[in-house]
């Protein structure tokens, strides 16, 4: 199993900066970390579904982000701390939603480029608020 705390969210005026951190612990970590992971940051505005927003294949640092947050956002790692972390610049109000961590199973290098697909995450975090005011 694998378990993913979120912190770092909060309310902001547009064009302020946050970062989100996240944190995976449990018996599914404990013996190879992070690695091989496909780790995710995912949203859900109110009323809309889940995106993912970006997305990193844990063994060799490859991104992927969605082209509302290209250039704005960043999503990093830390395999020896076993956590992944969402700088988030020049926020909009657009960019108001719960932002989930997710992981999903080892999946092997093949998968790394699935790494915005929703279907592919396993574990999720309880969310935290990110709320960007005009």
């Known amino acids: 199993q694998v378990q993913l705390v979120e912190s770092g969210g909060g309310s902001v005026q547009a064009g302020s900066s946050l970062t989100l951190s996240c944190v995976a612990s449990?018996?599914?970590?404990?013996?190879?970390?992070?690695?091989?992971?496909?780790m995710g940051w995912v949203r859900q505005a109110p009323g809309k579904g889940r995106e993912v927003i970006a997305g990193?294949?844990?063994?060799?640092?490859?991104?992927k982000y969605v082209y509302s947050v290209t250039g704005r956002f960043t999503i990093s790692q830390d395999n020896d701390q076993k956590m992944v972390y969402l700088q988030m610049n020049r926020l909009k109000p657009e960019d108001t939603a719960t932002y989930y961590c997710?992981?999903?199973?080892?999946?092997?290098?093949?998968?790394?480029?699935?790494?915005?697909?929703?279907?592919?995450?396993?574990?999720w975090g309880q969310g935290t608020q990110v709320t960007v005011s005009s």
């Open positions: 990193v294949y844990t063994t060799d640092g490859s991104k």
């Open positions: 449990g018996s599914g970590i404990a013996e190879r970390g992070i690695d091989d992971r496909l």
């Open positions: 997710a992981a999903s199973q080892p999946v092997g290098s093949c998968y790394a480029h699935y790494s915005l697909r929703l279907s592919e995450y396993r574990y």
